[in-house]
């Protein structure tokens, strides 16, 4: 049984996704500048810009670290793989013998497959849209929203 979110997100927006499963702290910036006021999410942070009126500033994940860049960092993206295998799932990274790309997915106890629905040139790729899938998935879940 494949469980997935319904909206592909963008590679920016699965990075804020993944960054803020890891609880990454995220902070206002702009240019060489940076408020010392730190938010759990994005989306804070982003309201906080608008109710200062802050035209020019924007959200920056992990404060210039790189630790944002899950989708070609295989450091940042492994420590995303190893959270979601200390909730008890398993990951799965398998060539796809039909085309040559990479699958990766993720089982539950329940033998739930979460991710490993498209076939990639890279591996990274794989894993990183498997990870997105998945925490997109607990998130709704976590919500209200998911079965």
Same mark, same amino acid.
């Given at each position: 049984m494949k469980a997935q979110t319904t909206v592909k997100p963008t590679q920016e927006e699965g990075n804020i996704l993944l960054s803020e499963f890891k609880g990454v702290k995220?902070?206002?910036?702009?240019?060489?500048?940076?408020?010392?006021?730190?938010?759990?999410?994005?989306?804070?942070?982003?309201?906080?810009i608008e109710e200062k009126g802050y035209e020019d500033?924007?959200?920056?994940?992990?404060f210039g670290s790189g630790v944002?860049?899950?989708?070609?960092?295989w450091s940042s993206l492994m420590a995303v793989v190893e959270k979601i295998e200390s909730l008890g799932y398993? $990951?799965?990274i398998h060539g796809n013998y039909s085309d040559g790309?990479? @699958?990766?997915?993720?089982?539950? +106890?329940?033998?739930?497959?979460?991710g490993?629905?498209?076939?990639?040139? $890279?591996?990274?790729?794989?894993?990183?849209?498997?990870?997105?899938? @998945?925490?997109?998935?607990?998130? +709704?879940?976590q919500k209200g929203g998911g079965a």
């Open positions: 995220f902070q206002a910036r702009r240019d060489n500048q940076s408020y010392d006021k730190k938010f759990d999410t994005y989306a804070e942070c982003i309201e906080w500033f924007y959200p920056e994940i992990g944002g860049n899950h989708h070609d960092n398993d $990951s799965r790309g990479f @699958l990766c997915d993720f089982v539950d +106890l329940e033998n739930n497959e979460h490993g629905s498209v076939s990639y040139v $890279s591996k990274i790729e794989a894993v990183f849209d498997a990870c997105v899938q @998945l925490v997109g998935w607990l998130k +709704l879940r």
